[in-house]
């Protein structure tokens, strides 16, 4: 299998590799639109800022390059707020392949931090990609921004509101949480899809 991840100014891509290589899949990392079209599988994590990472990806075309992707796609944390329509976040317009707005998280409590660092807990999961968890199941977030609930939200995690904790279109799959963070359940979901037929 085929798996390629895409290459842009974002952080965070190492420990995605790692992840994928304790799963038996030896990942290429490439801005390369022939090798990302050809790929099976496509990832596309990422830390960082929303305006700044689209910045890049426009001016080395790969907004269009991931736009016009087939093969099942995983946007993971800022990958998932990328492929949304608009952030918040310098006030950018995305790739769009979700049309939903990233929203910044706004305290409510004085307990409220932003950013949403640690373990929280997934609900209302539907999907192949959550095979094999139950509700409830923790994984890692790290994140100042979301995606509110949507007709394409698949699993919700709940953070002074509740909000899109996975989402799925056509091929493209996404998570705002790291799953190369979150122990046996990310390790599970990544394998989940790995296992993706088209």
Known sequence: MKVAIVKYNAGNIYSVIHAL??????PVLTDDAEMLRTA????????????????YLRAHGLDQVIRDLKQPVFGICVGQ???CR????????????????????RPERHEDKVPCMGWNQ????????????NEGDYVYFVHSYYVPLCTETIATADYIL???ASMHKDNFYTCQFH???????????L??????KD
């Open 21 to 26: 290589k304790r799963l038996g899949v030896e």
């Open 40 to 55: 099976d599988k496509v990832l596309f994590p990422g830390q960082g800022e929303a305006s700044q990472a689209m910045s």
């Open 81 to 83: 707020q990328l492929l």
């Open 86 to 105: 608009h952030s918040e976040e310098g006030n950018v317009d995305c790739i769009g392949i979700f049309d939903a707005e990233v929203k910044l998280f």
């Open 122 to 133: 997934l609900r209302d999961l539907r999907s192949p990609l959550f095979n094999g968890l």
């Open 162 to 164: 509740p909000y899109s």
């Open 179 to 189: 799953p190369e963070k979150s122990g046996a359940v990310g390790e599970k979901i």
């Open 191 to 196: 394998k989940n899809f790995l296992d993706l």
